[in-house]
Structure formats: C-alpha cells, structure tokens
C-alpha cells in the first residue's frame, strides 16, 4: 500500500498531510489544526486521546484525502537518545544485545519505554559497532495508538520528527528545491521552528548524527536563538571534529531570517519549503512547520525511517544447519580416522599439536566464560523479573470463557494488584478481587469449578473462596445476590492460555465498536389447561336501544 496519512504532533498543534510513499513522495492534501483555531487541539494525552481522535476525524474528512494507514512523528523532547558501543555479534543477536545495554544505562524503568534503535557503523580505533537507541516512554505512544483507534485508522509507524526531517531534507535535495551540498558526504544541519519550540538536527548523508531540542523561550527571542545555535555548532564540532557543518537548511519562517542567521553564524542558511511545488493555497506562515510530515512521507517511500516505534527491531531465530552437513562431517571424520591409523607416527605428530592448540582455546574460552559471568547474572536477573508478568488479556479472555452462558453469572468489579516480593519470595505474582452479581449460589460455585479445572496439571490459581456479600436492590432484576471472589494468580506464558472462544468476535470496522446490549430471553408463559365449552341455553333475541337524537 502506497498511500499514507502523514501526521507531525508539534506542541502548538497537528500538521497532517496525505500523499503516496512512492517515488519522490507526492503530496495530495494538507491539513492544519494549530492553537490558533476556533477549536484547539487538547494536549495528547490518555485522558484526552479519545476526543482528540473524534475531533481529528472530522479534520481529516473535511480536507478530503482517501482514508489510509497514519505514520506519526513526535518531538525531540518527547524520546531519548542513548548513543551505545557494543562488540559485533551476528545480526539475529544484536538486538537482545543492544536492549540490554541500554537497560544497564538508562535511569527509566524498561516497563515504561519503548525502545528502537538504528546502527550507525563501526569504530574504526577498536572494532566496536556503534547504535543509536531510542526510547518513548509508553503512556505516549498508548495516547497515540488510542488517538488512531478514536479516528478510526490504522496507525502504520511512530518516528521521532528529527528522522523524518532529515529524510524530508534529502527528498528536497534529489528534487532540486534547494542547493544541495558539494559532496553527498557533507555534514548539514535542519532546523524547524515553530512557536512552541524547534530541533536543531545534524545530518551526515541522510543518516542523523545530533540532535538537539530548542526550547519555546529560546526560539521567541531571537539574540538567545542565535546563542544556542552558536552553542549546538560547538557542541557537535568537539565531538566530530573532522566533519564540519557545511550549511543550516531553514524551514520556512518568514522573510529575512536566512540572511541575519548566516551573518551570525558564518556559515550557508537556506530556507526550503517543504510543500514547494504542491498545494499553493497552505499559507506562506504555515508551509514550513509541514516539514516533519512531508519527511515521513518521504522517508517511508526511501525507507529511511530507521526508528519505528510500532515496530521495533526484534531478535529472530537462526535456522539449524541442514542434516547433510552433519553427514559429510561424519563421513570426513572417518576418512581422517582411517588414515590416521595407517600413517602413524605422523598422526601423532599432528595429535600433539592438536591437542596443545585445543588446551590453548579452552583456557580462552575459561578466561572468557568467567569474565561473561556478571552479564549472565544480570540476564538472568532480568528474565526472572520479567517471568513475573501476568498476561492480563489472556485473563480475561478466559474468565469471559468460563462464564456460564445462560446469563446468570455478571461480574460487576474486577480488581487486579501485583503481589509484592519479600526477600526473593513470593507466593503469586497477583492478587484478583471479582465482585459478582448472580441469579443463586449455584451458577458462582459453576464459575469456581471452572477456574479450579485449569489447575490441572498446574497450579495457576490457589486459595479462590467465595463470600457472600447480600443482597442487592430489586433494581438489580434477577441478578440481586452479591458474592465476592479473591484468588491468587501466578504467571504463565501466552501459549499456555488453550481456551477456545466460543463467541463470535465482531467484525472489524474503521471506527470504534460499541457491542449491542445483551436482551435475555423472556421466559415462555405456562400454557393454561385447555377449558371445556359450556353450552348455555339460546337468549331470547334484543331490541337494540334506539340512538338519542341530536337537537
């Protein structure tokens, strides 16, 4: 599919444009919902996502683009950079590897982020390979996936704005719209502005070395911008200092801005446009803050968005080498054997040597296996943490499984707390509270049962007694007698959840499904005993009364 709608969550607002993710990445609409408007967006939030979404639903159907799958960037304050070293390992391994270096050295929790990450070659001093790993923390990228599901699209990647700028300015570059740099090995600078804030970006043939947030008061105050600009030139030329910045690409701002910043900074400013070209009717004071949009474009046509957030790079499985190898192995083996019993002497000769060279590579492999100790403690400390994870989709999808179906069971509260460890024990992993609405005693000890079967053979839920807790209000209908439920839960992995559904899921639409009430069934009224006609005596016939006549 090669049609996208591209969306720039900036602080002051949302820039959106649709196009196609081929070619040169053509633009077709464009769509801004800035603080200024009549109806500002809200900042994206979990709370927020769902109006938001709504409202940006009808946005994007008054700006007329077809309905397609949503890339979104977010800002350079919203992710962290982590710049890693790490030995080369085969490409199946690296990312295990990298995830768990950044781990080590990132204060936040790795329940809390979602972490990507783009290679970015080796060190030519010592061999290691260098990554970039990035993180956004979850309550984000929840707030932007529960936007998508509220508009009623498909959210297809989630990039930081400082990647697609740079896959925008190298777009701007092969279509000719700016001066491109001597050579293509050339070190440039982007910077985006905007009223709340701005990025200042380094781009080394399109793959980005530095990249650095402006805050909102440094970017209103033009002395102080020029000073942090100064400052970030300065910064990224101690660190890279055989790769100087060539010239600074201005995302359009206004008349006069290139030529004041490269008369204080004394290097090349460009202003590009990067709608230049397309839609003429997007105001001169907005067309510059589209520049994260088009770049998402453009990058997913040139596969140049090497952070996706919905998609992060995973380790995969290396296949076992084929069955006929292990023969000819064996088939050499003992063709060796066979010669080595007819020459001898010779043999051992080339045994002894052999054997030294195999005590050399074992006292490495000894001297190797004890320094990798500490990092195999640390692993195996990160496992058995994560092995205390409930998967509580599963868990649900079960108890919903496990309800009677004639209705008589309603849960009405369901609680789920972790259980704490004391001193590296722990009796469970959760502790489940259900308050439950039922017809009788009779239907909750049918639940129970049912929840006590999938003890066998293992044991994923112990001490689960019923209490009763009364009576509820005849408001309630048939379902007036309250029962609490509390059980211990322990872990176990997603294959080991084997219940069947045995409703029909609904059926998948672009909005968002709201599942129709559940009616039960009247109760068929008793059919009376059939009655006997009485046979009564014919009346005597009736005058009809005569009608009272109007005056």
């Known amino acids: 599919m090669s049609q996208f709608i591209a969306i720039d969550l900036e602080a002051n607002g949302v820039y959106a444009v649709f196009g196609e993710a081929r070619g040169g990445a053509k633009v077709t609409h464009a769509v801004a919902w800035t603080t200024d408007d009549a109806d500002p967006p809200p900042a994206l939030t979990l709370d927020t996502a769902r109006a938001f979404g709504e409202a940006?639903?009808?946005?994007?159907?008054?700006?007329?683009?077809?309905p397609a799958p949503v890339l979104v960037s977010v800002g350079r304050d919203r992710v962290i950079l982590k710049e890693l070293k790490h030995p080369p390992v085969p490409p199946a391994d690296e990312p295990a590897?990298?995830?768990?270096?950044?781990?080590?050295?990132?204060?936040?929790?790795?329940?809390?982020?979602?972490?990507d990450y783009t290679p970015l070659g080796s060190d030519a001093a010592t061999g290691e390979r260098r990554a970039m790993a990035v993180m956004l923390r979850k309550d984000v990228f929840h707030a932007i996936q529960a936007m998508c599901v509220a508009a009623g699209v498909k959210l297809a990647g989630v990039t930081p704005r400082p990647y697609a700028v740079a896959a925008g300015l190298m777009r701007a570059f092969a279509a000719g719209t700016i001066p491109p740099p001597e050579h293509k090995t050339d070190t440039v600078a982007a910077l985006t502005l905007n009223p709340g804030g701005g990025e200042f970006t380094v781009v080394r043939g399109g793959e980005v070395v530095l990249t650095l947030a402006l805050p909102a008061p440094v970017v209103a105050n033009e002395t102080m911008l020029v000073a942090q600009l100064r400052r970030n030139l300065t910064v990224y030329a101690g660190q890279h200092a055989g790769h100087p910045v060539r010239a600074v690409y201005l995302a359009e701002v206004g008349a006069g801005w290139t030529g004041r910043l490269a008369q204080a900074?004394?290097?090349?400013?460009?202003?590009?446009?990067?709608?230049?070209?397309?839609?003429?009717?997007?105001?001169?004071?907005?067309?510059?803050?589209?520049?994260?949009?088009?770049?998402?474009?453009?990058?997913?046509?040139?596969?140049?968005?090497?952070?996706?957030?919905?998609?992060?790079?995973?380790?995969?499985?290396?296949?076992?080498?084929?069955?006929?190898?292990?023969?000819?192995?064996?088939?050499a083996a003992l063709v060796l054997l066979g010669a080595a019993a007819a020459l001898g002497v010779f043999v051992r000769g080339v045994a002894a040597a052999s054997v030294a060279d195999l005590t050399?590579?074992?006292?490495?492999?000894?001297?190797?296996?004890?320094?990798?100790?500490?990092?195999?403690?640390r692993s195996e400390a990160v496992e058995g943490w994560a092995k205390r994870e409930v998967v509580w989709l599963d868990e649900l999808h079960d108890l919903a499984d496990r309800m009677p179906a004639d209705d008589?069971?309603?849960?009405?509260?369901?609680?789920?707390?972790?259980?704490?460890?004391?001193?590296?024990?722990?009796?469970?992993?959760?502790?489940?509270?259900?308050?439950?609405?039922?017809?009788?005693?009779?239907?909750?000890?049918?639940?129970?049962?049912?929840?006590?079967?999938?003890?066998?053979?293992?044991?994923?839920?112990?001490?689960?007694?019923?209490?009763?807790?009364g009576t509820l209000p005849a408001s309630s209908g048939r379902h007036n007698q309250a029962f609490g439920l509390v059980s211990q839960v322990n872990r176990r992995g997603p294959d080991q959840y084997d219940r069947l559904p045995k409703f029909t899921p609904p059926k998948r639409s672009w909005g968002a499904f709201t599942p129709a009430p559940v009616v039960p069934e009247p109760e068929p009224e008793p059919t009376p005993p059939p009655v006997e006609p009485v046979l009564a005596p014919p009346a005597d016939p009736v005058e009809p009364a005569p009608r009272p006549t109007e005056k």
């Open 56 to 66: 940006l639903r009808a946005k994007l159907r008054a700006a007329g683009g077809p």
């Open 97 to 115: 590897l990298i995830k768990f270096q950044a781990v080590k050295e990132m204060s936040e929790s790795p329940d809390d982020v979602v972490l």
């Open 265 to 331: 900074l004394g290097i090349p400013v460009h202003a590009y446009d990067p709608l230049a070209g397309v839609l003429p009717k997007v105001p001169e004071a907005f067309r510059g803050r589209f520049a994260g949009a088009v770049g998402l474009l453009a990058g997913k046509a040139a596969n140049a968005l090497p952070i996706n957030f919905a998609s992060p790079r995973q380790p995969t499985t290396a296949r076992d080498p084929g069955k006929r190898r292990l023969v000819f192995a064996a088939v």
């Open 360 to 377: 050399e590579q074992r006292d490495t492999l000894k001297d190797k296996t004890e320094k990798g100790k500490p990092d195999l403690k």
């Open 408 to 469: 008589s069971v309603r849960l009405t509260g369901y609680a789920a707390t972790p259980v704490p460890v004391v001193k590296d024990k722990a009796t469970a992993q959760a502790k489940v509270e259900m308050k439950i609405a039922a017809t009788g005693a009779k239907p909750v000890d049918g639940l129970v049962s049912a929840i006590e079967q999938d003890n066998n053979p293992n044991k994923y839920y112990t001490n689960s007694p019923v209490s009763v807790l």
